[in-house]
């Protein structure tokens, strides 16, 4: 080994596994083990180096693009021929990117709010006063709204009312007016992206990736399932194009295709969807099943979220307050993210030969960072392990400024953040409000790092509030 590059230390590992066999035991206590014992960088294998020191995450997250790639192959030895493709499609993306961020803005987002509150308020009362499996009936909602959001202006502009169904079909079949409603396209793209997901975060259980060759029934699902929603996504976008523009773009598909700059391709616009679709799947879904478990866990939590909401006069989803008027709302939701960030583990893939702190890393190699323990970690935090949602009313910011990532950092930050803090908040407020909760398995609810970090198999009853 040349001086060049020093060998990162790390747990020693078993013979052939390393440290997978511990990691899959109980991946955040294996990690935070190994960051007491090796400090703030250390090696996980061969190819995987933990950063934990936020300056160093930071400093790989603005590098991204140049370096460092945040795309990374679910299945390995499609490496090369998929860096190639990212290196292609990389500057188009970053342009697209731009194009898809005006549609997202805060002022984007607001806009999309009473459209959002009814389809979560739809959602809601349909399952009212049954157990319910939060994280699945939390993640059919964003993943209905996001697909909303891209397509739900097609092909009628009429918006259900609250009390009709969620995706817009009308309660008895028939289209109101003798219009044909928007809702069939979202659903279809919602259905075809949650089986994509699903098929995804099978490959991502497991911590080892499977050569690209092996024709295992994952791989293929996998494959399959990708194949369906680059369809149903083209199939959209050449009925739009065919359509027209509309005179005030209505969804983020408008703003694609008639939005100003640059025209884009529908390779260009279905990369966006894509990415939007998938890169949001199941994310403020599981914000909000871990919003419900403390809910759950503090009433006196819902009851001055309740509060704030009937004093900015929340009564129907038809005309939801700005969610800046709910502050405390968004203080909790600020909360949630730190002790439960969704995204838990970030990596990077090392494209050029680069350096982080004091260690040399090459081509092939990986960075990863779990903001779950930089977001608990006493040196940056006071009372890490204290659920405070007051800490972001007082100006209590962390230690260190670059302690907080939920939406990561950098130019391949969540184009999606404000929107999905918006959904957050309104959802949150609406839950406080109408619902008590009854939550009967606290204890097992516990934080289970998957693709996603989840409440392990949280179930509740929402009882209606006279
Ligand atoms: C609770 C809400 C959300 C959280 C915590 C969250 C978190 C994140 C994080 C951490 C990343 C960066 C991952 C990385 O750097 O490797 C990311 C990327 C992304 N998110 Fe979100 N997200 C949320 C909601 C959304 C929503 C609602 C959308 C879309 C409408 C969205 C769209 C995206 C996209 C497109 C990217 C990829 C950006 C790129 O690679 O250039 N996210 N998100």
Known sequence: MSERYQPVPGPPGRFLVGNTYEYDQDRLAFLARAQRDYGDVFRFSPTAVVVQDPELIHDVLVRTNAEFRAESPLVSGAAARFQELIDRRLPVWMSTRRKGWRGMNAAGSAAYGSRLLRQF??????????EVEVLSLMKSFSGQAIADFCLGGQPAHRQPAHGEPAHGEPAHGEPADGQPVRGEPVRVVAEAVERAATAASALMASSLTLPHWWPTPRIRRFRRTAREVRS????????RRAAGARPHPEDLLDELLHGEGAELSDEAVYDVLNVVLRASHGVPGASLSWIVRQFALDPDL??????????????????????AALPYTEAVIKEVLRMYPPTWLMGRDIVRETRVGEWNLRPGQQVMFCTYLVHRDPRWWTYPEEFLPERWLGG???HSRYA???????PRICLGNQLGMTQLVLATAWLA???DIEVSDLD????????LL?????????????
């Open 404 to 410: 907080y990532l939920p939406f990561g950092a950098g």
């Open 302 to 323: 819902a009851a001055r979220v309740r509060k704030e909401a009937g004093d900015a006069r929340l009564t129907t989803p038809d005309d939801p307050p700005d969610p």
């Open 232 to 239: 149903v996504l083209l199939e959209q976008i050449a009925a």
């Open 433 to 435: 409000a109408r619902f």
């Open 396 to 398: 209590d910011v962390p």
């Open 454 to 466: 989840v409440p392990r198999g949280l179930r509740a009853v929402f009882h209606p509030r006279a």
């Open 121 to 130: 308020a739809a959602i809601m009362d349909e399952r009212a006063g049954r």
């Open 444 to 451: 097992s609810a516990v934080p289970a790092p998957q693709a």
